[in-house]
Structures are given as structure tokens and as C-alpha cells.
């Protein structure tokens, strides 16, 4: 793993989509040299990677709180995007 991929890998989210957001403004400016371009658009790969893992292992840990016919909470189920 490269240094900057480490670096990507202890972001946030939402500090992660913020800065792939930056780097698709910067791609459709067309301002941004070519070697540069390419770099930016390869990190943006790795930062989109660590996005939706991101967002996978969230979508893994909601769970859904049973309730019971009075609407008292009566425990969870985990999430299951099916239903």
C-alpha cells in the first residue's frame, strides 16, 4: 500500500467525498496539467474505493429496532436492504 493510500484509509467519509468532490471540480475545470490530471483522477479512484467500503461496512451495521405491539422497542434485526 502506498502512503497516500494509508493516508486515504484513516479518513473519514465525509472528509474523503470532499475531497473526491474537489478533484472531479478541479477534472471538468480542464485547467489541471495532464500528469496532474492523471494523478488526480487516480486518487479519486482510491478515495471512491474507500467511499463505498465505507458506506458498506455502515449499510452492515444498521439495524432495524422491532417494535412491540404497544410500540415499545422489542429488539433489532440486522438490515437487510431486500425488505
Known sequence: MTKAAENI???TFEAALSE???I???LEAGQTPLEDSIAAYER???LK???EARL????L???KINLSADGTPAGTT???PDQ
Not at 458498506?56 to 449499510?59: F, G, L, N
Open 24 to 26: 472531479v471540480r478541479a
Open 56 to 59: 458498506k461496512d455502515a449499510r
Open 9 to 11: 484509509g484513516k479518513m
Open 78 to 80: 440486522p438490515f437487510n
Open 20 to 22: 473526491l468532490e474537489g
Open 49 to 51: 474505493q474507500h467511499c
Open 44 to 46: 479519486g479512484m482510491v
Open 61 to 63: 451495521r444498521v439495524e
